[in-house]
């Protein structure tokens, strides 16, 4: 008998970059995805409603007997990890921000990070706040980049039309005086898109993306054995075609639309 | 006594747009306007998802006794539209495709038509069918402009970005040797990137939006004098804040986020 398959949620398919990287870290394991599509994005909602719809995902997930709880959503895990945690003191909860933040914090040569994410991630200041926490004299700038998250679900990770909008939104710190050292790319959409920013920030600095930071804190929090068959249920709210066919980008790997249970929270 | 407020919803605040040209055809009218900015956007959702928000939305604007129902947004005009007027027959319910689609096809001097929308308004086939319907000649182009929605949010009406995107959607049709004679903006959203289309589009082209000629139907449907103290009533599902700061872009005046009600559907 195992502990149970580890859950895995997101606002909707952006965190299937996070499972990829729990996969890769934790190939035995078992995991159950959760993208509640039918209420994304989180990123552009307030804190109570993000709160309230993560308390009602967590619940979904944690009614299959999950042994962790991932929260791969950076809206969520700034606004919703405490009362998750709360909630379920009795099993690990692991959200994406801290483990970011932590990451740039030992990367950053000299405490010159730069975070970008949603709106609703950047003006919540999960981020800023990890971070001072644990390098006080970290200078720290960030910037919502709203356009990025249709960009990466659009499939547009290398066109001049994708480089023109990180251009729009990166091009004025990176030819600055004074680049920052670090990029965190705090929305799980974003990883995607690495190749493309890296060609406008440069090949000097450290970019941070929380999906394998996420993964090697929970297998640390875990054990270094999880056994399990090594499968994947695919839960979604809404539209499980759509889940498939913008997933599979996320994921790597092509995902049956069939593979996608439809539940209602 | 007057004959109560006009309703208008919308998935957010791109029905603002609706709303504006509703009031410079009807300036003595009374209106709401609800924004389902909770669950938005409603146009990358299912079908039956998208009418239960769109019959949740028009029942809390009927309880405020409102005289007509405007679906200020093409993804629910497509897919909740029959479903709306079956519920509430005493009331004209107006939506924005078949006004859009006919105006279309009045100004289509060939009867070559394209429409640019959100991924649930084109591939719910609403335009197409009711562009056929009309002028079953007609030769219709779509395609989902996704990326089109965040550029409208995001406020870049007009920069290299936003010139990059546009170019990356309407190029192909617009360079190629027999580019369309009329372009509909299937997307409330649009008519703010209407002078950036009109750069990559050319002047030929009849730019239809939806807006003008929805509000020009509801107000034949009304009669030609609609009284009240031209008072607008705005109500949100969430975030205020960003309701007002946003919606302004669409509404073109600015928005006080302290008029802005939150309900609960």
Same mark, same amino acid.
């Given at each position: 008998m195992t502990a149970g398959p580890i859950g895995v949620f997101d606002s909707g398919v952006g965190g299937l970059t996070v499972l990829r990287a729990l996969r890769e870290r934790l190939p035995?394991? =078992?995991?159950?995805?959760l993208g509640d599509t039918a209420r994304l994005p989180y990123g552009t909602k307030s804190p109570d409603t993000v709160r309230r719809y993560a308390l009602q995902a967590a619940e979904a997930l944690r009614s299959r007997q999950v042994q962790a709880l991932v929260v791969a959503c950076n809206t969520a895990s700034g606004f919703a990890l =405490?009362?998750?945690?709360?909630?379920?003191?009795e099993i690990p909860v692991e959200g994406v921000v801290e483990p970011g933040a932590a990451a740039a914090c030992r990367r950053s040569a000299h405490g010159d990070i730069a975070v970008i994410g949603t709106e609703a991630t950047i003006r919540g200041g999960a981020y800023q706040d990890a971070i001072r926490r644990l390098r006080p004299d970290a200078r720290v700038r960030v910037r919502a980049c709203s356009v990025f998250v249709a960009l990466a679900e659009e499939g547009w990770f290398d066109s001049p039309a994708a480089e023109a909008v990180a251009r729009a939104y990166l091009a004025d710190w990176f030819d600055g005086p004074e680049p920052p050292d670090t990029l965190v790319l705090?929305?799980?959409h974003f990883p995607v898109l690495a190749g493309l920013i890296r060609r406008i920030v440069g090949d000097e600095l450290a970019l941070v993306d929380s999906a394998s930071t996420t993964a090697a804190v929970l297998?640390?929090?875990l054990g270094p054995q999880v056994d399990g068959g090594g499968s994947v249920t695919f839960l979604?709210?809404?539209g499980a075609e759509r889940f498939a066919t913008v997933g599979s980008r996320f994921l790597g790997t092509p995902l049956d639309p069939a593979a996608v249970e439809i539940v209602d929270l």
């Open positions: 035995d394991a =078992d995991f159950v995805y =405490d009362a998750l945690a709360a909630r379920w003191p705090g929305c799980t297998a640390e929090r979604a709210t809404d």
